[in-house]
């Protein structure tokens, strides 16, 4: 099974899995003794998806990570098709389909009401809560090692680790509490253990207790 699956919906012979870790994975259950992996899908190499449900031939996928929800056809049960995102600026952590309206709940932002056709980045939702915003900088030949920079609005602690393009943890930049504005630390290319990693592109994800932002990053030797 998945590394930490959240959230399982089952349509037919098949049978659907949302985890932190995998991302959205297919199996195929008519044998119960026998399971078999059709297909596995993750919207963004640091995709975080924690809860799903179908309603009439859609699969809803929660992505805390990105702050979205995905939608998937299901005509073809074991190949689901990514047909819209939609961007809603808050943690969905479990949600309904109501006369045609999507009814969310959002870890601290409490509840939403959302329009199921809404394509990210066509309507954004007020926010309810101060934003962390993310940056990464400078990314050239003359200086390889990306700095990343956060500003907090409200002093928050800080958690900031990078990933590779498969989604896993390669570094722990920083874990401690920071005050009110603007921090930065460079990345030095290492991971935990302090082994120099390849060049290319990786994901630096800033947490705080009410937000996390993911932001690309160039690392280049």
């Given at each position: 099974m998945p590394a930490d699956p959240n959230s399982i919906a089952i349509l037919g012979n098949y049978a659907y899995i949302v985890s932190s870790g995998a991302g959205l994975q297919v199996y195929q259950i008519q044998n119960s003794t026998n399971l078999s992996l059709q297909s596995s899908l993750l919207p963004y190499p640091t995709s975080d998806l924690v809860y799903c449900f179908i309603e009439q031939s859609?699969?809803?996928?929660?992505?805390?990570?990105?702050?979205?929800?995905?939608?998937?056809?299901?005509?073809?049960?074991?190949?689901?098709?990514?047909?819209?995102?939609?961007?809603?600026?808050?943690?969905?952590?479990?949600?309904?389909?109501?006369?045609?309206?999507?009814?969310?709940?959002?870890?601290?932002?409490?509840?939403?009401?959302?329009?199921?056709?809404?394509?990210?980045?066509?309507?954004?939702?007020?926010?309810?809560?101060?934003?962390?915003?993310?940056?990464?900088?400078?990314?050239?030949?003359?200086?390889?090692?990306?700095?990343s920079a956060f500003d907090l609005p409200e002093q928050s602690t800080v958690t900031l680790e990078v990933y590779n393009l498969k989604g896993q943890?390669?570094?722990?930049?920083?874990?401690?509490?920071?005050?009110?504005?603007?921090?930065?630390?460079?990345?030095?290319?290492?991971?935990?253990?302090?082994?120099?990693?390849?060049?290319?592109?990786?994901?630096?994800?800033?947490v705080t207790p009410k937000n996390r932002v993911v932001h690309k990053m160039l690392l280049m030797k």
């Open positions: 859609r699969l809803y996928v929660s992505d805390l990570n990105w702050n979205q929800i995905h939608v998937y056809d299901l005509t073809n049960p074991s190949q689901p098709i990514l047909v819209n995102s939609i961007k809603t600026n808050f943690g969905t952590a479990d949600m309904k389909l109501r006369n045609g309206l999507l009814f969310t709940a959002n870890d601290y932002a409490g509840m939403h009401v959302l329009d199921p056709t809404m394509t990210l980045g066509a309507q954004e939702m007020p926010l309810s809560t101060p934003v962390v915003s993310l940056s990464n900088y400078p990314q050239s030949l003359q200086s390889p090692r990306p700095r943890k390669v570094k722990t930049l920083l874990r401690d509490s920071f005050d009110r504005g603007q921090h930065s630390v460079i990345w030095t290319g290492t991971d935990d253990n302090g082994n120099l990693v390849a060049s290319g592109v990786y994901f630096a994800k800033v």
